[in-house]
Nanobody, 122 residues
């Protein structure tokens, strides 16, 4: 089992930055690809970014490419999402996920965090 706890969310003005962290428990963290998803009010949860077990490969949604960066520190059992040039449309609850069961881009991961709220004001 892997437990995930997100932190770092908050309120920021448009153009600002935030860094989300996802702390994982469990010895097998370093073997899993990790992902970040988000869900805005009234919308379905959507893919944001994902990273492979070593950190050498990452993928992004087109809407965040060039602004967000996913990274991981396996020694700290932590994955990060650096978010720059934030826009009001980035407002959502952001979820960390581990161990995709199919495509990285789908909502089909074995383990999920509880989410952290990100609000971007205009």
């Amino acid at each position: 089992q892997v437990q995930l706890v997100e932190s770092g969310g908050g309120l920021v003005q448009a153009g600002g930055s935030l860094r989300l962290s996802c702390a994982a428990s469990g010895r097998t963290f370093s073997s899993y690809p990790m992902g970040w998803f988000r869900q805005a009010p009234g919308k379905e949860r959507e893919f944001v970014a994902a990273i492979n077990w070593s950190g050498g490969v990452s993928r992004y949604a087109d809407s965040v490419k060039g602004r967000f960066t996913i990274s991981r520190a396996n020694a700290k059992n932590t994955v990060y999402l650096q978010m720059n040039s934030l826009k009001p449309e980035d407002t959502a609850v952001y979820y960390c996920a581990a161990a995709p069961t199919s495509s990285w881009y789908e909502n089909e991961y074995k383990f999920w965090g509880q989410g952290t709220q990100v609000t971007v004001s205009s």
